[in-house]
């Protein structure tokens, strides 16, 4: 009792009802599907704009869908990458439908730019 701080006491009990997602500074495990090349090099340009925008501190909130969660990408990098790697990702992942091939090279020279551009940074 003589060494007790109540203020670390009380920060301590009111950290624990917190989420575990505000509390975590860990990266989310994005996991890559065991499919067709073009889809998965769809799925991970779109986890490298997720990854991007955490790191800006915009993670994309577990309730908001791809689509949704577009406007904010668009805010972080370039409109036409996040466009066009949401709408991608989409079709990938709810309509197991590949990305013509000359698109996911288009995604993926835009997002070699950004991540270029973002090093010199």
Request: overall charge negative; glycine content about 4%.
């Given at each position: 009792?003589?060494?007790?701080?109540?203020?670390?006491?009380?920060?301590?009990?009111?950290?624990?009802?917190?989420?575990?997602?505000?509390?975590?500074?860990?990266?989310?495990?994005?996991?890559?599907?065991?499919?067709?090349?073009?889809?998965?090099?769809?799925?991970?340009?779109?986890?490298?704009?997720?990854?991007?925008?955490?790191?800006?501190?915009?993670?994309?909130?577990?309730?908001?869908?791809?689509?949704?969660?577009?406007?904010?990408?668009?805010?972080?990098?370039?409109?036409?990458?996040?466009?066009?790697?949401?709408?991608?990702?989409?079709?990938?992942?709810?309509?197991?439908?590949p990305?013509?091939?000359?698109?996911?090279?288009?995604?993926?020279?835009?997002?070699?730019q950004?991540?270029?551009?973002l090093?010199?940074?």
């Open positions: 009792m003589g060494d007790a701080d109540p203020t670390l006491d009380m920060a301590r009990l009111l950290s624990g009802l917190l989420p575990s997602w505000l509390t975590s500074q860990k990266r989310p495990d994005f996991k890559l599907p065991d499919d067709d090349a073009d889809l998965v090099d769809v799925f991970r340009i779109y986890f490298s704009l997720l990854v991007i925008a955490d790191d800006r501190g915009f993670p994309r909130p577990p309730n908001e869908t791809p689509m949704e969660y577009q406007s904010t990408l668009e805010r972080l990098v370039p409109r036409s990458l996040a466009r066009m790697a949401t709408a991608a990702f989409i079709k990938a992942c709810y309509g197991h439908q990305t013509p091939r000359d698109q996911i090279e288009q995604m993926r020279v835009s997002l070699d950004l991540l270029e551009s090093e010199g940074d």
